[in-house]
C-alpha cells in the first residue's frame, strides 16, 4: 500500500552541501571532499560552504533554499550541523540530506544513512526521499528551536556537555568517559512535567529524554519505541536511583534492554512541557534553550533524504 505522505521523487541535479570544518574532530572535510567527488563524477553541481560560524551557516542556508536551482540542502557534519540547518529547512519542502561526519551520527543511524561519504553521497543521488516528524521546543520568551533526534535534560544532558569538552578519546569512548564522570556526580533533579495538557507532576528524576527518533549518544537506545512517522513524541524518564543502582543498570542501557530497568516509565503524546532544576534542554547533541519548555510534535514536516 502507497503511503499517503510519500513525496513523488525527482531527479536531483544542483545541491547546496554545507559543512561543518571541525565535526568529527576534524575529520569533516575530508569526508565532503570525498562526497563532492563522487557527485561531480555522477554529473551533480554541487555549490559547498565551510564555515565556522553558525550564524553565517544559518543565513547561507536560508538563502539556499530559496534558491529554485538548488534541489537539496546537505549537509557534512554532526548531529548539531544538522540542528542548525533544521531551522531553516523544516516547513519548506526543501529536499534534506546528510552525510555523517559527526561523532554521534544519530539522526543517520535512524534513517540507514551510510556512515562511508561516498555511500552517503550515493543516497543522495539514488535514495528514496520522505517526509518525517520534527520536535519543536517553545520557551515562554518567544524563542523556538526544531530538533530531529531526541531532546533531554538530566544526567543525559550533563554526559553530552562533559562528552562535547573531551578531545580524546574519539567516538563513542567520550560518551563511556563523560558517563563516568557524571555518574560520580549523579544528584536527583526537580522535575516538573505534563503530558498532553493533563495534570501537572512533581517528581525527582536522574533523566528526561523527549524524542523523535530512537538513539542518543552515538547509538544508545534510549526511546526505543519512538516513531519518525506517527506524529507523536517518545518520552522515557528515569527515577531517581542512587550510584550503586544506576551503574548496575547502565549494561541495560547499552544493550538495548531499557525496559527491563522498572525505574524507567515510557510515555507517548503530541505534547510536553518540562522544567528541570538547573538544567537547560539538549537536543541534537547540543545545548539549545533553558527550561522550562513546551515541546511538540510536528508531523511529516522534514522532506529527508534515505535509504529505502
Known sequence: ???PHSRPQSPIRRIALITNPVAGLGSSMDAARRATEFLANRGIDVVSIASY????????????????????IVVCGGDGLINLALQEVVGTGKLF???PAGTGNDLAREYSIPFDPRAAASLIVDGHHDSVDVGLMSHANGEE??????MCAGVDSMINDRANQIRWPKGNSRYLLALGIEFARL?????????????THHVPTILNAIAITKTYGGGIMMCPHADPRDGLLSISLVETLNRLEAISKVPKVFLHRLEEV??????????????????????????LMPMPLHIECVPRALNLIMAR
Not at 560560524?53 to 537539496?72: G, H, K, M, W
Open 97 to 99: 540530506g546528510v552525510i
Open 145 to 150: 528551536r526544531y530538533f530531529a533526534t531526541i
Open 53 to 72: 560560524l553558525p550564524l553565517t551557516t544559518s543565513l547561507r542556508t536560508r538563502e539556499f533554499v530559496a534558491d529554485p536551482t538548488i534541489d537539496a
Open 187 to 199: 544528584r536527583p533533579l526537580r522535575t516538573t512535567i505534563r503530558i498532553d495538557g493533563k495534570g
Open 1 to 3: 500500500m502507497t503511503d
Open 262 to 287: 522498572p525505574e524507567v516509565h515510557m510515555y507517548r503524546a503530541h505534547s510536553v512541557d518540562i522544567e528541570v532544576s538547573g538544567l537547560d534542554a539538549f537536543a541534537d547533541g547540543e545545548r
